[in-house]
């Protein structure tokens, strides 16, 4: 299954500074990765197997 997650939800709700490089991207990623991977999983069972693109708005909740 594919799944992307946006630029602005890693800054907005995991500390990814504005501008911030592909390795602290990556690091972002890593230090949220159960989360997000808790949201993706939630939203695989919605999705019937499209790719999911999960937005800053799954995780203001």
């Known amino acids: ?3 992307s997650i946006s630029r602005d939800a ?3 709700h ?7 490089s592909d390795a602290l991207t990556l690091k972002a990623f ?3 990765r159960l ?3 808790v949201v993706a999983e939630r939203r ?3 999705s019937a197997g499209a790719p999911i693109a999960l937005t800053a708005a799954e995780f203001a909740r």
Request: glycine fraction near 10%; charged fraction near 20%.
């Open 10 to 12: 890693l800054e907005r």
């Open 14 to 20: 995991f500390w990814l500074p504005a501008g911030a």
């Open 44 to 46: 695989t069972l919605k």
């Open 1 to 3: 299954m594919q799944c």
């Open 30 to 32: 890593a230090h949220g």
């Open 35 to 37: 989360r997000i991977t």
